[in-house]
């Protein structure tokens, strides 16, 4: 069974930055395809980040863009989202998802959830 959990959410001032990784178990973390989506109040759960499954190639929801940054660890079944910048609408709860396949930016591929990490960003 594939378990992802994920860590680092926290409180933080505009302008800050976070680190959230997320540790995968139970699947062949090489031939994961990971992403990064979250899910703030009012809203639905919304893209923010994917690579493909070698790393080499990266996608960003476009409010992201130039501020965070995904990464992958496969010696540690890691994948980071790095966040600096952090302005309060980036405020929602943080899931990190697994798909069987590559990289994709559609909540609906991804058959493995964490089960999230809030992130707070103070005005």
């Known amino acids: 069974q594939v378990q992802l959990v994920e860590s680092g959410g926290g409180l933080v001032q505009a302008g800050g930055s976070l680190r959230l990784p997320c540790t995968v178990s139970?699947?062949?973390?090489?031939?994961?395809?990971m992403g990064w989506f979250r899910h703030a109040p009012g809203k639905e759960r919304e893209f923010v980040a994917t690579?493909?499954?070698?790393?080499?190639?990266?996608y960003y929801a476009d409010s992201v863009k130039g501020r965070f940054t995904i990464s992958r660890d496969n010696a540690k079944n890691t994948v980071y989202l790095q966040m600096n910048s952090l302005k309060p609408e980036d405020t929602a709860v943080y899931y990190c998802?697994?798909?069987?396949?590559?990289?994709?930016?559609?909540?609906?591929?991804?058959?493995?959830w964490g089960q999230g990490t809030q992130v707070t960003v103070s005005s």
């Open positions: 998802a697994a798909r069987a396949r590559g990289a994709s930016t559609d909540r609906e591929k991804y058959t493995d």
């Open positions: 139970g699947r062949t973390f090489s031939s994961t395809g």
């Open positions: 690579f493909s499954r070698s790393g080499g190639t990266t």
